[in-house]
């Protein structure tokens, strides 16, 4: 892969967007490998937690690649925005747990990478934004539908609608952010993260992440009957009868993903 980096390493898969000198913008060939490594990733069962960052220490990315946007044409346009509205919406719908971590800039579509993840970390100098009106369009690969359901509706509006920029102190007050953290320990923190999930079962953390995730898109009764389901899927895993002779033998059980 040309402008992503890949390793995985006890069950973390770390995914690196590697064009620094462009600050790690999206071109349609970076989409293209991120949309082939996403699927590469769903189907890997030794990765229960999966890394998101930037290369460099300046910026996690800064959105769409301008110079290759100045180059296309109407119908290029399209395609760019469909595949980056597609690749980041199969992200957010990985079964592994996904974390961003924000090291530097974050705008436009590396804005809404962040907000494709179930976590976000950022480095206490990064900056980041919706910041498409200010350049006469609108976020197209998500941001207008996760945004206000993460932090409601006004908020969201007040962020779009003004293009405004932030640090990493406003979005975390504004709930964007899990935490924010010195730039140095970022990944740190990341992984210590990942590490609390990943000691936990494997089939219930995927199901947990599951039925809070398609609980969030409906009413409440028809929540509770998609946590059912998944619980469901618990109940006759080895994993589950682990955990109990685990605790009734006081050790530390060993969970298989099964």
């Known amino acids: 892969m ?8 006890n069950g973390i898969a770390y995914v690196t967007l590697n064009r ?5 913008c999206f071109n349609f060939e970076m989409l293209s490998e991120l949309g082939v490594l996403t699927e590469e990733l769903r189907h890997d069962r030794e990765i229960r937690v999966v890394i998101f960052t930037g290369a460099g220490d300046k910026s996690f990315s800064s959105g769409a690649d301008l110079k290759e946007r100045l180059t296309l044409g109407e119908e290029d346009v399209r395609r760019n ?14 079964p592994q747990v996904t974390i961003a971590a924000v090291n530097g800039y974050a705008f436009g579509g590396g804005f809404e990478l962040m907000l494709a993840c179930d976590f976000r970390l950022a480095a206490s100098h990064s900056k980041m934004g919706l910041t498409e009106t200010s350049w006469a369009i609108i976020p197209g690969a998500g941001g207008t539908q996760r945004l206000p359901r993460l932090i409601g509706e006004a908020r969201a509006k007040e962020l779009i609608l ?26 740190e923190e990341c992984e210590q ?66």
Do not use: C, W
């Not at 620094?20 to 790690?24: A, F, H, V």
């Not at 925005?81 to 990985?94: A, C, G, N, Q």
């Open 2 to 9: 040309k402008n992503l980096i890949f390793e995985k390493k």
């Open 20 to 24: 620094p000198e462009s600050l790690n």
């Open 81 to 94: 925005v469909s595949k980056i509205r597609t690749v980041f919406h199969e992200i957010s719908k990985l």
């Open 162 to 187: 003004t293009a405004r920029k932030m640090d990493a102190e406003q979005a975390y007050q504004y709930g964007i952010l899990t935490r924010t953290v010195p730039g140095p320990v970022l990944m």
């Open 193 to 258: 993260l990942a590490n609390e999930i990943l000691r936990n079962g494997p089939v219930a953390v995927e199901q947990a992440k599951y039925a809070i995730s398609a609980g969030m898109e409906t009413d409440l009764e028809s929540g509770l009957n998609i946590e059912a389901e998944a619980y469901e899927q618990t109940i006759p895993t080895y994993d589950r009868r682990e955990a109990l002779l685990a605790f009734s033998e006081k050790r530390t059980p060993e969970f298989m993903g099964k």
